[in-house]
């Protein structure tokens, strides 16, 4: 895609920003004297982040890492997290049709199963999933604080699963004086939001709470606004006609009670859930009755709790956290004819997927004074699964009840040196019962120069993921499964100007992934698994750049954010470029704000050419590149209420993230916010 294509393109946004704040002005009552404008997002050194597992300002930080603010989120989470981490450098998101469907995150070009998601410190990874990754499409955003998405290898602080980096999702914990919040908002495609807040702190006690609820009647998820010729599985026959619409219904709920027993003890609870409801469509099979049959849904609920404890000792100068944690996962999926009997007739059938994860960590901090702080710790985890069938007849099912635990340890030293230089290196061993042990290291580094505003930082480290349950044990399964490896390094410079008027973020990265588990026919295979099995035998690279800027362009009134990844994703036995990697990708947004109390914002995302895979034909195909422009618009009119209004995809593109699955047309959305 051309540079001069992305500057008219952005030029457009800008013109379309323009009348969309004419025309909103014109609707909009007069301001209450004496009120300030909204706030904007700050550039700078005062972000925290907790990429070490401690809280630190984000220029001590030597990792990659962009944080994503609560302001963000509320502005473009009304479906959920998939539209608030697109643009993220580095980042690749797949919807399978719409709000609801199963969406997958891509990190520096590594798989889902290889990217760590976690909220409030706890991986949320279904175990009985087939790599144990996390379906983005069912979470919602009831009150978060702030994202975090750390890129490269982290497995020497986190674990397995984070080879390509970790998105960590903090909710909100209360302070300060009460406060309660009501949003509603409906729009395009029969969509119709609500989310509910409470939080605050008196004394020592905190808290806080939160609703949201989410039902849209959406678009069929296949097929849709697809212009080509369409067949269903056998790859002959015509798809049938459309259905009017594939349904979403979900909700979710979050919660944090904490309460400070004394000056150098508080205690704290959690919970974190979802539940999701979805109609979707089954394209893959031979009989044109059963791809759209209303008998093709899911049903998942998702819900975690934790308990903490965290103890100040020696004068404060030990930090110690103990968290026990809990989540369950349950799946339950209806398919229209999709389980045979011993004649192989075919019958409708549920298929349940139920995966629990339990355990303890424990977490120590320990200040040194000048020689820097010790982060140390250890944790077990123990994951299980459990699938079924409904109904069973003989000798057709082999159900999955299988369980494994890790037992890790981890330690970290940082330390700052010459007021200038930061450092860290650490490592992680973790133990899989009955498996593999394997360590990671990580070391880190960062110069700052505090004249002009200017930090060259650098890693490298290691990252590993265990094979899933489901590779392990299904029956296509190996229990011998090695995990997969990864070796990776970032370099880059953040650099402020003007004031922190202008800052810009370039990194380079490049990571080599090997022992990647992969399904086909092996010589690891059993006598009874016929149709294949899963084995150790992929090897990958990726590297690339990453960049992400802002600026503000006018003080008060006119900001300019962006952000463009430039991936070459490579698979090293074929040597042929990964599905779902493009090697080109960016956002640009244009915020004007020089109203009191109205923000509005003009969105361009541009995607390149995107490889991916049509499985009824068995060939590789390339989805065309495709630009995409957003509108948002808010009014704060007074401190208790605030109204609201978003059009996506202005230009109507027609566009697809996987391959034949149909993205929305141009749509509308409003809402009003009561808070007091």
Wanted: overall charge neutral.
């Amino acid at each position: 895609m051309s540079p001069l294509f992305a500057q008219g393109a952005l030029s457009g946004a800008t013109s379309c920003l323009a009348l969309f704040s004419a025309s909103l002005l014109v609707l909009l009552p007069a301001r209450v004297a004496g009120q300030e404008a909204l706030p904007s997002v700050e550039i700078g050194a005062a972000t925290i982040v907790s990429a070490d597992r401690v809280e630190e300002r984000v220029d001590k930080s030597s990792s990659a890492v962009t944080v994503i603010p609560s302001a963000q989120i509320e502005k473009r989470a009304a479906t959920g997290l998939t539209e608030v981490l697109r643009g993220t450098p580095g980042l690749d998101l797949y919807e399978t049709g719409g709000p609801g469907a199963q969406t997958s995150v891509f990190l520096r070009g590594a798989t889902p199963g290889q990217t760590l998601v976690l909220v409030d410190g706890l991986r949320i990874g279904d175990p009985s999933s087939t790599d144990g990754s996390v379906d983005l499409g069912g979470l919602v955003a009831s009150d978060i604080e702030r994202i975090e998405v750390l890129r490269g290898p982290q497995s020497a602080l986190y674990g397995s699963d984070a080879m390509g980096g970790v998105i960590h999702i903090l909710t909100r914990k209360g302070e300060g004086r009460p406060r309660a919040s009501i949003l509603l908002e409906g729009g395009s495609y029969g969509t119709a939001h609500l989310r509910a807040r409470v939080s605050g702190s008196e004394d020592r006690l905190w808290y806080a709470f939160a609703i949201d609820a989410l039902t849209v009647d959406g678009h069929p998820r296949y097929g849709y606004r697809i212009t080509r010729p369409l067949t269903i599985g056998d790859s002959k026959t015509p798809l049938p006609p459309l259905p009017l619409n594939d349904p979403t219904n979900k909700g979710g709920a979050s919660a944090r009670l904490g309460y400070r027993v004394s000056e150098d003890v508080a205690v704290e609870a959690g919970f974190f859930g979802y539940d999701s409801a979805i109609r979707f469509d089954n394209p893959y099979s031979f009989s044109a009755v059963d791809i759209f049959d209303p008998q093709n849904h899911q049903h998942a609920t998702f819900a975690q709790g934790f308990a903490r404890i965290d103890a100040d000792m020696f004068d404060k100068a030990l930090h110690n956290r103990f968290t026990l944690f809990g989540n369950v996962t349950n799946r339950d999926v209806w398919q229209a004819r999709s389980c045979y009997d011993a004649s192989y007739n075919s019958y409708n059938c549920r298929r349940g997927y139920r995966g629990e994860r339990r355990g303890f960590e424990y977490q120590g901090d320990l200040t040194l004074g000048a020689f820097g702080l010790l982060t140390f710790g250890a944790r077990n985890e123990t994951e299980s699964v459990h699938t079924s069938q409904d109904p069973v007849p003989p000798t057709t099912f082999t159900p999955i009840d299988a369980a494994q635990t890790t037992h890790s340890g981890f330690a970290q030293h940082k330390l700052t040196l010459f007021e200038r230089v930061d450092l860290s290196y650490g490592g992680r061993i973790d133990a899989v019962d009955q498996n593999r042990t394997f360590a990671t290291w990580r070391a880190t580094g960062a110069y700052r120069f505090e004249e002009t505003g200017t930090k060259l930082r650098g890693s490298a480290g290691t990252g590993a993921r265990v094979a899933s349950l489901y590779q392990r044990f299904s029956q296509y399964g190996d229990p011998a499964l090695a995990p997969e490896t990864s070796v990776g390094y970032d370099v880059g410079v953040d650099q402020s100007l003007f004031g922190e008027r202008l800052y810009a973020s370039v990194s380079l990265f490049e990571n080599r992934f090997r022992d990647l588990i992969e399904f086909g026919r092996a010589p690891s295979c059993a006598a009874t698994q016929a149709f294949g099995c899963y084995y150790n035998v992929g090897r990958a690279r990726t590297k690339g750049v990453e960049f992400a800027g802002e600026a503000i362009l006018v003080p008060g009134e006119w900001r300019l954010r962006a952000s463009y990844t430039h991936l070459a994703a490579e698979n090293l036995v074929t040597h042929r470029s990964l599905f779902r990697r493009p090697r080109d990708k960016g956002t640009a947004s244009v915020v004007y704000a020089g109203v009191p109390g109205l923000e509005l914002e003009a969105r361009l995302t541009i995607i390149g050419p995107n490889p991916d895979y049509d499985y009824i034909f068995s060939q590789r195909v390339t989805l065309a590149p495709f630009a995409k422009l957003d509108l948002y618009a808010d009014y704060k009119i007074d401190e208790r209420m605030s109204v609201f209004a978003r059009i996506e995809n202005v230009n109507d593109a027609r566009y697809e993230e996987v391959y034949n699955y149909g993205t929305a047309g141009r749509s509308v959305y409003g809402g009003v916010k009561f808070s007091w």
